[in-house]
């Protein structure tokens, strides 16, 4: 696919030797040198690396050999670690430690790159893959650094960090058409801060998804408007296109059911931009500024019957996970919904409610003040509870319910933080923080709720 030679201003460089189509593997290789991380001192790293090079057939000995390297060196040990510091990449879970490849090695930089490379954990191997069609006669090249920033910050960072001038056709544009690229890729790189910023904020994709996916959005139109000839790859669409092959991979994956869609739901009658508009949930005609979005209450997965709760003694990984290995952490939010029919007090707070199903259970207060702490004057047949992540509970002499123990967790109507005495408003137990998507939920019962 590929033969090595000389390429004018960059060393020797990889050069395609037919088309290589989007997708290819272009190739899988083993390192030749590795370098552990937990190696400390220059000096075992130093032997470390001596030892992997006498034990190098001639062939690859010569191949390592005819390596660039930036940094002087004295003697042979100083020369590998001169050439494993110049040519090594990152191996390894996370990058932990390095190795020297005798063909990825010589794969030189541009910022508008056409593979991306990657070590590939499974198969112990540095893989490098064409992330367009590559003509014959085009030299192969990757991405260095991490992210695509604007051309004077890449190339301070090419500078310090890997010593060279960059000579890509990017960098090397006339000062006009530089001005203009340089000015697309500032406009194409304003969502990313927005973007990286409420992908981390997990409350603000649960309770406004659409706020990143029209900023994802529209960094993608421009991308695609402008292109690569004039901006390069922005590898911050790479890695948010990575999200396609497995979804799963979003820290927040899952914690919302609102755009979960089963096959048939994927329109096969819409025209390309239109079935763009659906894709994206675009609200054609209007501005693309986020509205605000209400729960489906309908939505079992996050309003579960009582049927549906996890069952409090042998909690299932659908609702939950594990944190260090012991601690089970809800893994989505989910509000057990009911109305109160009968209210109780024998030695504690009691009340009967009826869930989505029309199920009667009973919920107890096994609290210090035994429910008291609720104020039960105020509460009545009628009202909605919302309880955030409810479990069923057996209880020893009664069917089985939902029993409550924690005080601080009991949010009264007039405390709650979107409360309104008068409205009813449900109590919640919550562990945690009441998460925006709940407290919409509240706004949604308290506009629909009437005794
Ligand atoms: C990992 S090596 C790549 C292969 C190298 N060209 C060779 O001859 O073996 C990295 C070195 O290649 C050169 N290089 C890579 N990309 C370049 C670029 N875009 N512009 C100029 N030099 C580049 C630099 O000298 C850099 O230190």
Redesign the pocket.
Known sequence: MYTTQD?P?????LVATSKIPRGTRILSEEPIITVPEHLSSIEEIKSYIVRQVERLSHAQHQAFL???S?HPFENDAERYLCIVR??ALPIGEGGIGSGVFLEA???????DNNAQKNWNSNIKRHTVHSIRDIEEGEEI?VF?LAELTKRAERQEA?RTK???????RL?SLPPAESEESVRRLDELLQPEEKISQSAMDSMSVISAPLRPLRYIDRQMQLYNRHGRDDIGVPHQVVRHGSLLDDPAKMHVYGWSMKWSAGMNDVPDDLAPDAFDNWLWRRETGTSNSPKPQFPDLRDRSVFPSFLGLPDENSPVLHYYKMVDGFTLRPRRHWCFLAEIVDLGMDLRFRFQVRDMEGEKIEVAFHTPARGIELGPCEIHVGYTVGILYAERHVFAFSPPGIRHEDPTTLQHPSICKHGRREENLPWLRSDRVVPDEMRQVLDVLVLRQGK
């Open positions: 390429i201003g960059k060393g020797v460089g005819l390596m660039p930036i110049t040519v090695c010589r794969i030189n930089h541009a910022c090249t260095y090419l890997f010593g060279f001038t960059c000579a890509c960098c």
